[in-house]
Nanobody, 122 residues
Framework: QVQLVESGGGLVQAGGSLRLSCAAS?????SGWFRRAPGKERELIAA????????YYADSVKGRFTVSRDNTKNTVYLQMNSLKPEDTAVYYC??????????????????WGQGTQVTVSS
């Protein structure tokens, strides 16, 4: 069993930046960041493989968000720059211990964080 603790959400003005962290209680493999905006489906916005050598970004965040990891700390990060009001959502990290590559679907992930609210004001 892996427990995840997310931190770093908050309120920021458009154009600002936030960094989300997801600390795991044990070693993890593929990790992803999802978000759910009000009235919308949960979407995968970024994912990273076990070694950190491969990443995925949704088109909506490409060029603005950066996913990274520090395996010595069992922590995954999401650096969010140039934030827009449409980035407002609850952000969730998710991990698996079984998939080494970049996990592209919800079903890949076994453990989920509690979610952290990101609100971008215009």
């Amino acid at each position: 069993q892996v427990q995840l603790v997310e931190s770093g959400g908050g309120l920021v003005q458009a154009g600002g930046s936030l960094r989300l962290s997801c600390a795991a209680s044990g070693r993890t493999a593929s990790s992803g960041w999802f978000r759910r905006a009000p009235g919308k489906e949960r979407e995968l916005i970024a994912a990273i493989n076990k070694s950190g050598s491969s990443v995925y970004y949704a088109d909506s965040v490409k060029g603005r968000f950066t996913v990274s990891r520090d395996n010595t700390k069992n922590t995954v990060y999401l650096q969010m720059n140039s934030l827009k009001p449409e980035d407002t959502a609850v952000y969730y990290c998710a991990v698996t211990q079984k998939t080494l590559g970049v996990g592209m679907t919800v079903s890949v992930y076994d453990y989920w964080g509690q979610g952290t609210q990101v609100t971008v004001s215009s």
